[in-house]
């Protein structure tokens, strides 16, 4: 069904910013939650951000208050912008329909070091 596609990733030092994109292959018929996803090397997937249509959001503790989530509909595009980056928050970043565990995308790569 749709295909995500995350962009903006890249390396940047701690306390840096990013902006990480997703875009779908199609659009939906009725916009679903919609959330943010990471991976380290050796650990769970676990959930970073989540958007809900009605513009609610909800964060994982060590992310609130850096990190927020929005959705520009008119471009069909999630995006999670990430500032005072930590080495905590490298990871491969997903984005995906909340509660779903499969579809997954490439994903995009952040990693934060000096």
């Known amino acids: 069904q749709e295909q995500f596609v995350e962009s903006g990733g890249g390396l940047v030092q701690p306390g840096e910013s990013l902006r990480l994109s997703c875009t779908t292959s199609?659009?939906?018929?009725?916009?679903?939650?919609l959330a943010w996803y990471r991976q380290a090397p050796g650990k769970q997937r676990e959930l970073v951000a989540g958007?809900?249509?009605?513009?609610?959001?909800n964060y994982q503790d060590s992310v609130q208050g850096r990190f927020f989530i929005f959705r520009d509909n008119t471009k069909n595009t999630l995006y999670l912008q990430m500032r005072d980056l930590k080495p905590e928050d490298t990871g491969v970043y997903y984005c995906?329909?909340?509660?779903?565990?499969?579809?997954w995308g490439r994903g995009t790569q952040v990693t934060v070091s000096s």
């Open positions: 199609g659009r939906f018929d009725k916009i679903p939650d």
């Open positions: 958007w809900r249509s009605g513009g609610l959001t």
């Open positions: 995906n329909i909340q509660g779903r565990w499969t579809n």
